[in-house]
């Protein structure tokens, strides 16, 4: 299916239920296949994938969303041209968990612990700004990048601008941590650190 043009605010999932799903995706729970496109995707909360969970998001703008867990906008997605910015989650990733993201501008979002924009996902011409992580990867954690920008970031203890990432043309600027201010752990290829 396909959802276009229209803005999803204030959306919430429940908040005690033992099928895991009802609780995934407080604006948006995809089925397989799902296309949200040019849409604005804000105030929305759930336990993962504060604004959506799984689907394929074009030129969206996922805004001001938490999870009270992981992924405070966009669990287990798909993201091309989309802004993901003021997002939070109670947990891990505070923009994006276990996601795609190619193109996109990841922004102001926060963890409480791991992977301030993202955790565990793969990126490609991202630019990952003023993140933070309570913990560790203020712009991401445990994620693939390529030809990234990640720019004035902060986690409080290791890998402020990435933590246990491997990066390739990757920019790493005016990031900071306790340790490892721009990247710790993971692997670098043809980056730039300053």
Sequence with gaps: GLLSGFT???GHTVSASSDLIERNGGAAWCEPGAVISNCILTGSSARNGGAGFRGSYFDCVLAGNSASLDGGCV???TLFGCTLAGNAA???AGAALA?????CVVSGNSAYLDGGGAQGCALFACTLSS????ARGGGMMSCTAVTCTVRSNSS???GGGAAFCDLENCWIEDNRAVNGG????GTLANCVLT
């Design 75 to 77: 669990s287990s997605g």
């Design 8 to 10: 999803l605010t204030n």
């Design 131 to 134: 993140n933070t992580a309570g």
């Design 90 to 92: 109670g947990r891990y």
């Design 182 to 185: 721009g990247t710790t752990g």
């Design 156 to 158: 409080v203890s290791d």
């Design 99 to 103: 996601s795609a993201l190619s193109q």
